[in-house]
């Protein structure tokens, strides 16, 4: 079992930067990928962005290339998403997700969720 805790969302203006943490619990966190997804008002939940469970490969959706970042510490148990240059479309929840395969968790088909933290950016 993994249990998943996002924190670091809020309320920032267009062009501001926020910086995401999910810290995953269980003996085992460290060999699953992770990834962040967003969920806005009256849209299907999307991936954003996953990382492989040693931090080596990483993937992005075109919508937030050249602006987001993920990235892992193992020995924290926690996976950060730094956000920069926001834009009110990435106005969402943005929940953490983890897994196996690595194509699992890029498709949202996978087991260990998070409850979310509201990310909203102001025009």
């Known amino acids: 079992q993994v249990q998943l805790v996002e924190s670091g969302g809020g309320l920032v203006q267009t062009g501001g930067s926020l910086r995401l943490s999910c810290v995953a619990s269980g003996r085992t966190s460290s060999t699953y990928h992770m990834g962040w997804f967003r969920q806005a008002p009256g849209k299907e939940r999307e991936s954003v962005s996953v990382?492989?469970?040693?931090?080596?490969?990483?993937y992005y959706a075109d919508s937030v290339k050249g602006r987001f970042t993920i990235s892992r510490d193992n020995a924290k148990s926690t996976v950060y998403l730094q956000m920069d240059s926001l834009r009110p479309d990435d106005t969402a929840v943005y929940y953490c997700a983890a897994g196996r395969p690595f194509q699992a968790v890029v498709g949202g088909t996978t087991q260990y969720w998070g409850q979310g933290t509201q990310v909203t950016v102001s025009s």
């Open positions: 990382i492989s469970s040693n931090g080596g490969i990483t």
